[in-house]
Nanobody
Framework: QVQLVESGGGLVQAGGSLRLSCAAA????????VGWFRQAPGKEREFVAA???????TYYADSVKGRFTISREGKNTVDLQMNSLKPEDTAVYYC?????????????????????WGQGTQVTVSS
């Protein structure tokens, strides 16, 4: 069992930055890829970014490429640095962990890949 705790959300003006953190409580992320998803009011949850256990590979949604950076900070934490924020980035952000196996492949943009989810943290970008 992996318990995930997100932090770092808040209110920021357009053009500003926020840094989200996802911490694994009670254990490390060993062998788990970690992804960030978001859900805006009235919309479906969507993929934002993911990073493999080794940190060698990262994946981003087109809407955040060049603005967001996902990184591993030690064995227990994965961060999402969000720059040049836009009002359309407003959403609840969730981190999730996916056990990496050869059979499951690397479709880290798909929700079904993920075994564990955090409770979410609100990000609000004002115009």
């Amino acid at each position: 069992q992996v318990q995930l705790v997100e932090s770092g959300g808040g209110l920021v003006q357009a053009g500003g930055s926020l840094r989200l953190s996802c911490a694994a409580a009670g254990r490390t992320f060993r062998r788990y890829a970690v992804g960030w998803f978001r859900q805006a009011p009235g919309k479906e949850r969507e993929f934002v970014a993911a990073i493999t256990w080794s940190g060698s590979n990262t994946y981003y949604a087109d809407s955040v490429k060049g603005r967001f950076t996902i990184s591993r900070e030690g064995k227990n934490t994965v961060d999402l640095q969000m720059n040049s924020l836009k009002p359309e980035d407003t959403a609840v952000y969730y981190c999730a962990a996916a056990l990496e196996t050869t059979a499951r492949g690397t479709r880290f943009g798909q929700e079904w890949m993920y075994d564990y989810w955090g409770q979410g943290t609100q990000v609000t970008v004002s115009s």
